[in-house]
């Protein structure tokens, strides 16, 4: 059972990447997904999630109108798709299947499955 994030990387600010997380062992249209980030000293933020009860969104107000957030569940895995990247967006990324979600409002900090990070870099 894991969750396997990719897509990290480097990019200049104002520019685009597109997050993969592809699950194995569990399959993830049964569970609540979302992304979270975090930089060196602070802690971990949830970015975005799509709630199982009325599979609606949430997103932070730090990404909200720049990064979407979708799922496959033929492929069995989740995205984020992030534009207008800011410096202030470098931190470690990673996917989740949160507790809780709630479309508009926001989302628990605790998950059944964490992947292991994918490190994306704005630079300036």
């Known amino acids: 059972v894991q969750l396997q994030a990719s897509g990290g990387g480097l990019v200049y600010a104002g520019g685009s990447l597109r997050l993969s997380c592809a699950a194995s062992g569990f399959t993830l249209d049964y569970y609540v997904i979302g992304w979270f980030r975090q930089t060196p000293g602070k802690e971990r933020e949830g970015i975005s999630c799509?709630?199982?009860?009325?599979?609606?969104?949430y997103y932070a107000d730090s990404v909200k109108g720049r990064f979407t957030i979708s799922r496959d569940n033929t492929k069995n895995t989740m995205y984020l798709q992030m534009n207008s990247l800011k410096p202030e967006d470098t931190a470690v990324y990673y996917c989740?299947?949160?507790?809780?979600?709630?479309?508009?409002?926001?989302?628990?900090?605790?998950?059944?499955?964490w992947g292991k990070g994918t490190l994306v870099t704005v630079s300036s």
């Open positions: 989740a299947t949160p507790y809780l979600c709630y479309s508009g409002y926001g989302m628990g900090s605790g998950a059944d499955y």
């Open positions: 799509i709630s199982k009860t009325d599979g609606g969104t």
